[in-house]
């Protein structure tokens, strides 16, 4: 069974730095196209970042800011935010090979 377990979400300040985590279980992490999305109140589900086949894109307003990885052999995916501003706040979803982590909330306020 697929499952995909998120943590690492939290209220901080601006400027601030999170670290989000996705732990696999039941496929191996390591052949498939990876992603981190996440969804503000009132506003669709957009593309934060996503790695396929030795290619990373990031969405405009968090280039230089956040940086996704991954560690093949604990089946885990990271998303690394540094300088968080307000507008971060969302609940942020990891996608991996077509399934979706069941959310996490990050709010940044001072």
């Known amino acids: 069974q697929v499952q995909l377990v998120e943590s690492g979400g939290g209220l901080v300040q601006p400027g601030d730095s999170l670290r989000l985590s996705c732990v696999a279980s039941?496929?191996?992490?390591?052949?498939?196209?990876v992603g981190w999305f996440r969804q503000a109140p009132g506003k669709q589900r957009e593309m934060v970042a996503y790695?396929?086949?030795?290619?990373?894109n990031y969405v405009d307003s968090v280039k230089g800011r956040f940086t996704i990885s991954r560690d093949n052999a604990k089946n885990t995916l990271y998303l690394q935010m540094n300088s968080l501003k307000p507008e971060d706040t969302a609940v942020y979803y990891c996608?991996?090979?077509?399934?979706w982590g069941q959310g996490t909330q990050v709010t940044v306020s001072s």
């Open positions: 790695t396929s086949g030795g290619s990373t």
């Open positions: 039941g496929f191996t992490l390591d052949y498939y196209a």
């Open positions: 996608w991996i090979g077509g399934s």
